[in-house]
């Protein structure tokens, strides 16, 4: 076998699956993450505003979690859409890796 190539085989198969499910892994954590930013940028800008109304701090960020709940659904709904869509395109991928073995694109020896 030529130097630096591939070696067909199971493992070849397991290394993209990984290499796909790694890639989900990263993309659904950054938007966790981001909704999650999203709403502590919110949150503190409202308890900013409430504190300097004269509210305590205490009472600022539970008046302002009231005041930000219909934000907050609406930052859940749009982490559930975009989880959906990821959970979308992993379930593609992986068939096409599927089909794609079953084409014999990883060789006679990926298939198991």
Sequence with gaps: MPEGKE????D????ERIRILREHANAVLEVRERA???FEELLAREVEL????GFSPRL???AARN???LRTKAIEAELHDMLALYQDALRRRMQ???EDVEDGLYG???AG
Excluded: H, T, W, Y
């Design 50 to 53: 409430l504190v300097f109304d």
């Design 60 to 62: 600022a960020e539970q």
């Design 67 to 69: 005041n930000l709940a």
């Design 96 to 98: 096409r890796l599927a």
């Design 7 to 10: 070696s067909p085989g199971p």
């Design 108 to 110: 006679a020896d990926d």
């Design 12 to 15: 070849r198969i397991a290394r």
């Design 36 to 38: 999650k930013r999203a």
